[in-house]
């Protein structure tokens, strides 16, 4: 089983976003977000399946191995929150999950399919 901690930071959301191109106002303004009734900014839900990918290569053990994966964005991300992300072997691929400090999903139905060697 492979698993990886991390604390989301506001630094983190603003470098996804300039990566991505994905400047929606919810993920890096705060007085915005509370406007449109979020508690605040949130992380961008493909910033946290790419954190969730990274730990299903490590599991595979090659990324050309992956040959699919899918998650639901389950539950909102905030700055401050320490998201778990697990990566555990199953027939065929790898169950994966992503729960904050709370034991919260916030990605589910999780799964990464492979190639055998």
Do not use: W
Request: hydrophobic content about 40%.
């Amino acid at each position: 089983m492979s698993q990886r901690k991390v604390t989301v930071t506001r630094h983190q959301i603003n470098a996804y976003a300039e990566a991505s191109g994905d400047h929606n106002p919810i993920h890096l303004d705060e007085t915005f977000a509370h406007s449109v009734g979020l508690p605040g900014v949130i992380a961008h839900g493909m910033l946290q399946m790419g954190q969730l990918a990274s730990v299903a290569v490590a599991e595979a053990g090659d990324p050309r191995r992956i040959r699919r994966l899918s998650c639901r964005f389950a539950g909102m991300v905030r700055p401050g929150d320490e998201i778990t992300y697990s990566a555990d072997p199953v027939a065929g691929g790898l169950k994966l999950s992503a729960v904050n400090q709370n034991g919260e999903a916030v990605l589910s139905k999780a799964i990464a399919e492979y190639h055998e060697e």
